[in-house]
């Protein structure tokens, strides 16, 4: 019982805190204005783990290398730490090469779930609040995924289905990459 409650601690604690960082780095791939207050609560949230490793690697003209670095490293003592709390014995050394690779596989499954969570947000918003403060930033952020849809799509009048498409396809992914983070770590 107490070994489950701290799995799902951890659990929502680094989830939280890696989507934070792919969120950070989205904003940065997209180039949305830093000085946006909800910018500004992402880049003050993940910066003491962000900026010593920018010293060590280098940003990019379109990818935040230092946030992705910082968002492995995050899914890599995730996925330690709730093998410790499974099985209560420390990771054997023959599991490490694995668990690089499901640390990758859990970035992927947090940016699809992040991108599910935007988009659904988005949607909502939409509906009952079109003219609140955030939708301009999520609508930033989903434009670039939600426009290509759209082009496929068939124009419906004022219907636009891009949203569920994405919301569909994210919800796929994020099962597909969960479960292969499983099956190649097995935490």
């Not at 000085?35 to 280098?58: C, E, G, M």
């Not at 947090?110 to 949607?123: E, K």
């Not at 759209?150 to 994405?166: C, E, H």
């Amino acid at each position: 019982m107490l070994s489950d409650t701290l799995r799902l601690i951890i659990d929502i604690v680094f989830s939280l805190f890696g989507i934070m960082l792919i969120l950070r780095a989205w904003a940065y791939a997209i180039r949305l204005h830093p000085f946006n207050p909800y910018s500004q609560a992402v880049i003050r949230s993940t910066d003491w783990l962000v900026q010593p490793l920018k010293r060590l690697v280098p940003t990019g003209n379109r990818i935040d290398y230092p946030s992705l670095l910082a968002c492995w490293l995050i899914a890599f003592i995730y996925l330690l730490l709730i093998w410790v709390t499974s099985t209560g014995v420390l990771l054997p050394l023959a599991s490490l090469l694995p668990a690089v690779a499901a640390s990758l596989l859990t970035m992927l499954k947090w940016l699809f779930n992040l991108i599910l969570w935007v988009t659904l947000i988005q949607a909502v918003l939409s509906w009952v609040n079109p003219l609140a403060p955030i939708m301009p930033v999520l609508h930033t952020l989903t434009a670039p995924l939600l426009d290509p849809i759209r082009k496929v799509l068939p124009n419906l009048g004022g219907l636009d289905f891009s949203p569920l498409v994405l919301l569909i396809v994210a919800q796929i992914l994020v099962g597909i990459f969960g479960s292969l983070s499983y099956s190649v770590f097995g935490a």
